[in-house]
Antibody
């Protein structure tokens, strides 16, 4: 079965960077886009960007351009999301999610989420 | 950026009753709309894509309709496991989510 397993919780200080990993299994890794979505405490969902594992092409939401980098390692079926210049507003649960087979822009399998806390 | 507006923010429904959730886009998204369910402490679950196609394993009591700017998610007979927050998401022009509708027990 498809599984997206994310790395554990992180605590960072303002100005630092964080790198979250997402290991995919149960399907052909290079065939599906992977999204990153975040959710601040008690808030809604916010799309950050997308990566295609085959060639590594990325598209980032305008809000995060210049501050987010998404990469992949095809040898381990893992994608990474690095967010820099962290502030308290970046405190959130970060999710990776696989693009649906029929329509890549919907996400059909989600990771368990990674809580990133930014605190002095 | 396409803005997605969901209403109502909270919907109080008794088990067995019908729930109707609305989602409006600031400009046409054609049929490029998905619905998700999220329960506390969990990631979202894809319910509907293409405005009206149920995702794999989603019960038939969930149905989606609409196109252009106005969309509806209907849960025909609410079960206890359906009380959750529901989000719409457009993917006609990259991705944006609505603010969510919380379906609570009346």
């Amino acid at each position: 079965q498809v599984q997206m397993v994310q790395s554990g919780a992180e605590v960072k200080t303002p100005g630092a960077s964080v790198k979250v990993s997402c290991k995919a299994s149960g399907y052909t890794f290079i065939n599906s886009y992977i999204h990153w979505v975040r959710q601040a405490p008690g808030q809604g969902l916010e799309w950050m960007g997308i990566i295609h594992p085959s060639g590594g092409s990325t598209t980032y939401a305008q809000k995060f351009q210049g501050r987010v980098t998404m990469t992949r390692d095809t040898s381990t079926s893992t994608v990474y999301m690095e967010l820099s210049s962290l502030s308290s507003e970046d405190t959130a649960v970060y999710y990776c999610a696989r693009g649906h087979v029929a329509t890549s822009m919907a996400a059909d399998h989600w990771g368990q989420g990674t809580l990133v806390t930014v605190s002095p | 950026e396409i803005v997605m507006t969901q209403s109502p923010a909270t919907l109080s429904v008794s088990p067995g009753e019908r729930a109707t959730l609305s989602c409006r886009a600031s400009q046409s998204v054609n049929s490029n709309l998905a619905w998700y369910q999220q329960k506390p402490g969990q990631g979202p679950r894809l319910l509907i894509y293409g405005a009206s196609t149920r995702a794999t394993g989603i019960p038939a009591r969930f149905s989606g309709s609409g196109s252009g700017t106005d969309f509806t998610l209907t849960i025909s007979s609410l079960q206890s496991e359906d009380f959750a927050v529901y989000y719409c998401q457009q993917y006609n022009n990259w991705l944006t989510f609505g603010g969510g509708t919380k379906v609570e027990i009346k």
